[in-house]
């Protein structure tokens, strides 16, 4: 299978204070990362496609100001939340699609715990 | 309306029995993957199943998608401990596209 790294694993913030995550592919180049949200006990649910080279798109009622994402290579994107507040506290996880034949599989980071105080 | 409709929501079952988490989808899938995840932990891609029929097993897991891709079902033979955790089915409708997630199954497995 293929390696997605994520970093910081973990991470405690102030309020007010930006939080950037880091998501990497390590053996594959991903021309497309995407970005989740995960409340405890619940599912995933996506917040914005990252392209390589280009904008984001954001799904509906995330915000692009707060939510920050650059895809800067091919192997890496990123998501910074900016002054972060309590309730963005939450697992954050990245995916990666790795070309196979004829489809694309998706692997997934390890994910991010951020906790604002 | 929910796409992706995963059940059941929880299950215990006890070592050694078998079991069947079902996926169903509202609309023709391009693909379905299958993940594991331990709470507050990332997913562990499990399989990705695309054609009509498609049956694919790993270990004591078997997965399979209907002819109509519309329905996946995952099943795990002589469950163990190491089984336990979440698992969720992610709906690919277009190919190349984010995934859609069902809300998920938290399987135990007691002794």
């Known amino acids: 299978g293929a390696v997605v790294s994520q970093h910081p694993s973990r991470v405690i913030c102030k309020s007010g204070t930006s939080v950037k995550i880091e998501c990497r592919s390590l053996?594959?180049?991903?021309?497309?990362m995407f970005w989740y949200r995960q409340f405890p006990k619940q599912s995933l649910m996506l917040m914005a496609t990252?392209?390589?080279?280009?904008?984001?798109?954001?799904e509906q009622g995330v915000e692009k100001d707060k939510f920050l994402i650059n895809h800067a290579s091919l192997t890496l994107s990123t998501l910074t939340v900016t002054s972060a507040h309590p309730e963005d506290s939450s697992f954050y996880i990245c995916?990666?699609?790795?070309?196979?034949?004829?489809?694309?599989?998706?692997?997934f980071g390890p994910g991010t715990r951020l906790t604002v105080t | 309306s929910q796409e992706l409709e995963q059940s059941p929501q929880s299950l215990i079952v006890q070592e050694g029995k078998n079991l069947t988490i079902n996926c169903t989808s509202s609309?023709?899938?391009?693909?379905l993957y299958w993940y594991k995840q331990k709470y507050g932990e990332g997913l562990i891609f499990l399989m990705m199943?695309?054609?009509?029929?498609e049956e694919k097993s790993h270990e004591k897991i078997t997965a399979k998608l209907d002819e109509k891709k519309q329905q996946s079902s995952l099943h795990i033979t002589a469950s163990q401990p190491s089984h336990a955790g979440i698992y969720l089915c992610?709906?690919?409708?277009?190919?190349?596209?984010?995934?859609?997630f069902g809300k998920g199954t938290r399987l135990s497995v007691i002794a």
């Open positions: 990252s392209n390589e080279g280009s904008k984001a798109t954001y």
């Open positions: 609309k023709t899938l391009y693909g």
């Open positions: 199943l695309q054609k009509g029929g």
């Open positions: 053996d594959f180049q991903a021309t497309t």
């Open positions: 995916s990666a699609n790795k070309p196979g034949r004829g489809h694309y599989e998706q692997y």
């Open positions: 992610g709906a690919d409708f277009f190919g190349h596209t984010p995934l859609v």
